[in-house]
Each structure stands twice: as structure tokens, then as C-alpha cells.
Nanobody, 117 residues
Framework: EVHVDESGGGLVQAGGSLRLSCKIS??????????IGWFRQAPGKDSEGVAD???????SYADSVKGRFTISRDDAKKMVYLQMNSLKPEDTAVYYC?????????WGQGTQVTVSS
């Protein structure tokens, strides 16, 4: 069974930065075979895709984070990262990572990001 473990969240002031990490384990295929996305869910709101990175390394971002967030991957370490700069209060949410597929892995607990104004 694949396990996803997000970390790196915290409380930061507006304009600050955080780097989220996503550790993926429990599969025999290489991580390079999978596209991975970061998602977030704010209180009272639906989950939304934030950024994703294809197996070939192509990235895409939600308009709301474009130019501020950077997704990257280290397939050898089975890790995916989300560098978040110029954080805004509206970025406050629980952040999750998962594969880009209609059939997802079991969701991790996520990591809380809170941005104060």
C-alpha cells in the first residue's frame, strides 16, 4: 500500500515562505512513473489543485499561486516539494499531495499552512 506523508507546514506571516515536503513510499514502481499534485483545502471550501508535476517534469500551477509557488520532485528520494513564497492569508489551508489520477492513493493527513496578515 502506498503511503503519502506531507510535512513542512506552519504559521508564517504574510510575505513569508515555507517549503512543503511529500514523502511517498510503499510501491515497487519508481516515482518517476507518476504525475504528482499538491492540493489544498481551506475551512469551508472545496479542495483545489495548487500545482502539479508530470512524470516528465512538466509543471503547472493554479492561477492563484503562479509566480509564487514552485513544485519540484526528487524521484530517487521519492519526494515531491512545494516551495511557497510571498505567502498570502488566502493561502491558509491544509495541503495534501497525491498522484494525478482518477484513482488516487490513500490520502495523507496533510500539513497545515497558516498565513497571518
Amino acid at each position: 500500500e502506498v503511503h503519502v506523508d506531507e510535512s513542512g507546514g506552519g504559521l508564517v506571516q504574510a510575505g513569508g515562505s515555507l517549503r512543503l515536503s511529500c514523502k511517498i513510499s510503499g510501491f515497487t514502481r519508481g516515482l518517476a512513473d507518476y504525475g504528482i499534485g499538491w492540493f489544498r483545502q481551506a475551512p469551508g471550501k472545496d479542495s483545489e489543485g495548487v500545482a502539479d508535476i508530470a512524470s516528465g517534469g512538466t509543471t503547472s500551477y493554479a492561477d492563484s499561486v503562479k509566480g509564487r509557488f514552485t513544485i519540484s520532485r526528487d524521484d530517487a528520494k521519492k519526494m515531491v516539494y512545494l516551495q511557497m513564497n510571498s505567502l498570502k492569508p488566502e493561502d491558509t489551508a491544509v495541503y495534501y499531495c497525491n498522484r494525478l489520477s482518477a484513482i488516487t492513493w490513500s490520502w495523507g493527513q496533510g500539513t497545515q499552512v497558516t498565513v497571518s496578515s
